[in-house]
């Protein structure tokens, strides 16, 4: 039922006509007349009364709700919006004069040029500077620079931050003079919208009672923002037909998901898989994209900023590329031309060498090699 809004005005007219026709003789409803006041007070307070109505419309369906109305609708249901999630990378930690170790605990906290942004660094095996049993990185003697790994310490895409923008160490470091971060940093990702958050409750609720691409979609999706998917059936992880089985290819961005995602999913596939069917929860086949072009820039404006922008751009875009998605080659002009208004041509544009577009192979993601912008 379509609820029929009156404004103040409106409401008045409605009462003096409703009284003087009540009345046999002339009222009078001049401004400034009791009778005028009385009704312009009940005018007031239905006023009050018809906003109610339509907050508690509003508030009573998912689909005019908001904010925490929504959380509190979703809730009912065990439903819940996905949190923000920090952005993360790589930073370099050099000094002038590498004559003695230098070590970096895990914890150490890093802030960007304006201090607005502040960063930790996190353990990450897979560095051959990390050093588990000392809890941080290692600078051996003569070593001049070692990468590290880092996290913003608020979640969100205000983590986002482009190359050079981080340079305060917090708290001095024996042997560490400098620290930068050469690339943007990634990942970062805002709470889930209210857009996204109905879209999905949607599909969770249509998926419910069935055991469909759907079903596995909505499993995967519910995990954290950010992850990409793909299922391919009646096939093994090494592409020959297995009827029954069916692999599910996820990343959240970075190429190589960590094991304890990939557990997790594992975890929410096998509540809603059909009976009698087995899977596989792996990461992608990764394929690089490297990136070279030439920006030709406006007369009397900053070129190095469009660089910086147009370079961040592109590695921004090939992050949120979903597994089995095409880079397509006329797609990265674009991305340089609208990462900056002062491009006024693009020359040299390769993508691996070539000009043709980047197809990724079964269980493949495209994701970002090396970026040279010019």
């Known amino acids: 039922m379509q609820l029929s809004l009156q404004n103040f005005s409106t409401l008045v007219e409605g009462m003096a006509a409703a009284v003087q026709g009540a009345a046999s003789n002339l009222l009078d409803l001049t401004v400034g007349s009791v009778l005028r006041a009385i009704l312009e007070a009940n005018a007031a307070l239905a006023l009050w009364m018809q906003w109610l109505a339509v907050q508690l419309l509003a508030t009573t369906r998912l689909a005019t709700s908001s904010g925490l109305d929504c959380d509190s609708f979703g809730a009912d249901f065990g439903f819940a919006r996905l949190p923000a999630v920090a952005s993360s990378g790589q930073v370099m930690f050099s000094r002038f004069t590498p004559n003695i170790a230098a070590f970096i605990p895990v914890g150490t906290q890093l802030s960007t040029t304006d201090n607005t942004q502040n960063f930790l660094v996190v353990a990450d095996t897979n560095n051959p500077a990390f050093n588990a049993a000392s809890g941080g990185y290692i600078i051996a003697p003569g070593v001049a620079s070692v990468q590290a790994s880092i996290v913003a310490t608020v979640p ?54 069935r055991a469909t691409n759907l079903a596995i979609g909505s499993a995967v999706s519910a995990i954290q923002q950010g992850l990409s998917y793909s299922v391919t059936e ?129 269980f493949g993601a495209v994701r970002t090699g090396v970026v040279t912008v010019s």
């Open 156 to 209: 969100g895409s205000i983590g986002n931050v482009q190359p050079g923008a981080i340079s305060v160490i917090a708290s001095a470091l024996a042997g560490v003079d400098t620290v930068t971060n050469l690339a943007a940093l990634t990942g970062g990702i805002d709470p889930e919208s209210d857009a996204a958050f109905k879209a999905r409750f949607s599909n969770y609720l249509a998926s419910l009672p």
């Open 234 to 362: 009646n096939m093994d992880q090494a592409g020959y037909p297995l009827m029954g089985h069916f692999v599910v290819t996820v990343d959240d961005g970075t190429g190589a998901p960590q094991a304890n995602l990939l557990a997790t999913v594992q975890e929410a596939v096998d509540e809603i898989r059909p009976v009698g069917t087995s899977f596989a929860v792996q990461g992608p086949v990764v394929v690089q994209a490297n990136v070279s072009m030439t920006l030709i820039t406006a007369v009397g404006t900053v070129h190095n900023a469009a660089v910086s922008a147009v370079a961040g751009a592109i590695e921004a875009y090939i992050a949120t590329l979903p597994v089995g998605a095409t880079l397509s080659y006329t797609k990265l002009a674009q991305i340089g031309f609208d990462a900056s208004n002062i491009v006024t041509n693009i020359s040299g544009l390769l993508l691996n060498g070539g000009t043709a577009d980047l197809v990724p192979p079964l």
